[in-house]
């Protein structure tokens, strides 16, 4: 019986995670408290969040698993600067500042932080971290388990066979080659920022057609047994450069874009090309991640696949592997980035320290309860007449049936990137103008960036293909929209006939079920267009001081935060 | 002083990770970017350093 904190810090996407007698209690990421998304900085406030679900003090603490190991990380970074001097010598500064200076005291900085005796804290490994998090939250006894993402502390890509509570590593691929850089190199390429832009790849790809297959066969080699070799000459891992590819890329597939430029994919030539170099990453993206778990499958000879690391976020690829890969079920970590490491960390330290394995995650919302008091007060402070109401699904459901859009801020919030329905903008599903309306005014990003809906799992199949699924839960896939139903899920159906979409259920999203069942009521389709609760480069929502924040910034018709009701009085503002 | 004892204990993992691995060759080098590190630290050198496009390191 123990409790173990699990943290993942210093690269990106810093999280704290604690299981306590083998029970997922919290996890939750650092950028929701210090409000900087992708927060790499060591995750004290979330680690003390974390304790404070429990109940618990840094001293009830049985250990603290930090995600990987720094001394193995160490010695990959100076092995690889000695490999590739004297080119390497522009790097030498980087690898003082970011080794030295604070990634080898990490079990350090953590103890301290926490304010936990430094012998109760340990490494273990980045892969073997994701694998984790992927096998030991899944419904399965017995699968393949693959990690793929930038680079851990050597390894890139892993193979794990997971049974019972045992995971047993199969093989690896090392850096320098791997698809998450290849897939960082090329979104820098087209003008996005690395770790937060990929998806806007995956998005534009949908919009272009593979048509530089023969370029990308210089970029990336693939075998018949999963291992693939990036073209190292394009890259530029081995330099000073501040860019992942090197100019050789840029005699290959062109000029990059520039950054920030708008999009124009009707009449701009060079955006079309860009939206086919998207296209191809994808489809070698794709072709990769599905040699890969056809020899996981070859090797453990199990039913179900489970993936992690920041490639296992590509939905896209995730809804080919559940179709062609041959398992009969797959599942993806609902943080299958770092983050996630910092569950996987903790899970194995209590399984380490003879606890079960914990039973399978239904729900994501392990994160801290909205403080509703705390919101009522504000909001009056800020004389935006809150009112108490009775049933908030059924007021949700209201406004939304109205055409309006709807924040919604209930109980805990979400452990990952995707916002499934406790701090999530709804909105019906049906009208592309809502989609215009949320891109451009609210959100205010790309207009090819489609919208996910969230739907009944025992509904689902009879408006989308391939749904429910394991992957459906956590918003992990794609699903075809069926073509008949496509003129009503004109908000959610991307250019390519699919959608991200979550299936709910009682048990996993229990408000936004309570939603769907009174919409379904009102407009005869219980589908609602669910998108993150934040701003452009914000973190989603987390505390009433953001809910609140985000309802005074951005332009909603009604925000819910648990039974607080506050709509928006466009006569007074215009007023005002 | 517990700050101390606790860098200690790290340097101390930290050569027993590279006598394990037999990797004591790399240690002149780590001494170099120590030495160098202290001087950079020292002189406020570490804010010219570019970010990077992926944390590689």
Redesign the interface.
């Known amino acids: 019986m123990a409790a173990v904190l699990g943290i993942s810090a210093?690269?990106?996407d810093a999280a704290a995670a604690l299981v306590v007698d083998g029970r997922v209690v919290a996890a939750m990421q650092e950028e929701r408290f210090s409000r900087i998304k992708n927060d790499?900085a060591l995750p004290i406030r979330a680690a003390r969040a974390c304790l404070r679900v429990a109940g618990l003090g840094a001293g009830d603490l049985d250990a603290i698993v930090y995600y990987e190991?720094p001394?193995?990380?160490?010695?990959r970074?100076?092995?690889w600067?000695?490999r590739n001097f004297p080119r390497s010598y522009g790097?030498?500064?980087?690898?003082?500042?970011?080794?030295?200076?604070s990634?080898?005291?990490v079990?350090?900085g953590i103890?301290?932080g926490v304010g936990a005796p430094?012998a109760k804290v340990r490494p273990s490994d980045h892969h073997e971290c994701h694998a984790a998090s992927a096998f030991f939250t899944s419904p399965f006894e017995k699968a393949a388990v693959l990690t793929v993402d930038?680079?851990g502390e050597c390894a890139t890509t892993t193979i794990w066979k997971g049974e019972g509570s045992a995971l047993t590593a199969l093989g690896h691929i090392d850096?320098p080659h791997s698809l998450g850089?290849l897939y960082?190199?090329l979104t820098?390429y087209l003008g996005f920022e690395?770790?937060e832009g990929e998806y806007k790849v995956m998005g534009l790809a949908a919009f272009g057609a593979p048509r530089f297959r023969d370029e990308f066969a210089k970029l990336l080699t693939l075998r018949d047994d999963g291992s693939f070799e990036l073209g190292l000459p394009y890259f530029a891992?081995d330099t000073?450069?501040?860019?992942?590819f090197s100019a050789k890329m840029e005699r290959l597939l062109g000029p990059r874009r520039p950054v920030g430029r708008a999009w124009d994919l009707d009449s701009d030539a060079s955006d079309r090309r860009f939206a086919d170099i998207a296209a191809t990453l994808q489809a070698v993206t794709e072709d990769a991640l599905l040699a890969l778990a056809r020899e996981a499958r070859r090797r453990t000879g199990a039913e179900a696949l489970c993936l992690a690391g920041g490639v296992a976020l590509n939905a896209v690829a995730n809804a080919r592997l559940l179709r062609e890969a041959g398992f009969a079920r797959v599942s993806v970590h609902p943080a299958a980035g770092d983050a996630g490491g910092a569950l996987g960390a903790a899970i194995l330290g209590s399984i380490a320290l003879g606890d079960p394995r914990p039973s399978a995650l239904t729900s994501a919302a392990l994160g801290e309860e909205i403080d509703v008091a705390a919101a009522d007060s504000l909001a009056r402070a800020l004389g935006l007449d809150p009112v108490r109401i009775s049933d908030p699904a059924a007021t949700a459901a209201e406004h939304l049936l109205r055409g309006e859009i709807v924040a919604v801020c209930q109980g805990r919030f979400e452990w990952g990137p995707r916002a499934l329905g406790q701090r999530s903008l709804l909105a019906l599903p049906g009208d592309p103008k809502v989609r215009e309306r949320l891109n451009r005014v609210i959100k205010r990003r790309e207009p090819f960036r489609p919208f996910a809906p969230a739907v009944p799992a025992d509904r689902a199949a009879e408006w989308f293909e391939e749904a429910p699924s394991d992957l459906t839960a956590f918003m992990t896939t794609v699903c075809p929209v069926r073509p008949s139903a496509r003129a009503r899920l004109g908000a959610v159906t991307h250019v390519d006939g699919s959608a991200r979409v979550q299936t709910v259920t009682g048990s996993s999203a229990p408000f936004l079920d309570g939603v769907l069942a009174a919409v379904g009521k009102g407009a005869d389709l219980p589908v609602v267009l669910n998108t993150s609760l934040n701003g452009p480069g914000e973190p989603i929502v987390a505390a009433a001081t953001d809910a609140l924040g985000f309802f005074v910034g951005y332009p909603v018709d009604a925000m819910l935060v648990g039974d607080l009701l506050l709509v928006r009085d466009r006569k007074r503002e215009s007023e005002s | 002083m517990n700050r101390f004892i606790s860098r200690l204990r790290t340097v101390g993992a930290l050569v027993v990770y590279f006598t394990r691995r037999e990797r004591m060759f790399l240690a002149p080098l780590l001494l170099v970017l120590l030495l160098a590190s202290l001087l950079l630290l020292l002189t406020g050198g570490l804010g010219y350093v570019a970010p990077f496009v992926y944390s590689l390191f």
């Open positions: 210093y690269y990106h790499a190991n001394f193995a990380k160490l010695e970074v100076l092995t600067l000695l790097q030498f500064p980087r690898a003082i500042a970011e080794q030295l200076g990634k080898l005291w079990l350090d103890a301290e430094r930038g680079v850096f850089l960082g190199a820098a690395v770790n891992y000073g450069s501040n860019v992942g």
